[in-house]
């Protein structure tokens, strides 16, 4: 996305679910101070199970992208109110992707899910198609654009390699 700005957090504790939530919920309300009016946030394995939490507190979230989330910590995701995506792949030997797909049937709507065949937990090899899906939905979000509901599975041609 074009003129977009992005914050990245080190978590004071990490690992520490609780703080971590409260890591976001700090760098959501600096942006806020600095004149921010949206924030999509993105989170990956732990972060992703961190995201969903926080997404569901904060009122300047407009998105949230849960990519190979872990299950613990998710449980807000049934009051998150804003659209999320999830993003998983079938090969993660970290954490099975079916932790997306309960997030997923537990989430309120708008949600996507989408399953990358035979992507391990990092995702690399599906990083050309990944980058693809997160900057124009990131940018929707950011533009109040409306998003369907939905659960797909993709095959991007650089996934056939396999591995992490």
């Given at each position: ?90 090969a993660d030997e970290v ?5 997306s797909e309960d997030i ?61």
């Open positions: 996305p074009r003129n977009v700005s992005v914050l990245r957090l080190d978590y004071r504790q990490p690992n520490a679910f609780e703080e971590c939530v409260l890591d976001i919920l700090a760098g959501c309300s600096f942006l806020k101070g600095i004149g921010a009016t949206d924030a999509v946030l993105v989170g990956h394995s732990f972060g992703g199970a961190v995201v969903v939490k926080a997404g569901a507190l904060h009122p300047l979230v407009r998105g949230v992208a849960s990519l190979s989330p872990q299950l613990y910590g998710t449980r807000q995701v049934e009051e998150l109110d804003r659209p999320l995506l999830l993003v998983h792949g079938s954490l099975d992707s079916e932790a997923y049937r537990r989430a309120l709507d708008p949600k996507r899910l989408v399953i990358y065949g035979d992507a391990g937990h990092s995702l690399g090899t599906v990083a050309e198609a990944l980058d693809d899906l997160l900057a124009p939905w990131i940018e929707a979000r950011l533009l109040g654009e409306t998003m369907e509901s939905g659960r797909t599975v993709e095959w991007p041609a650089d996934a056939e390699s396999g591995g992490q």
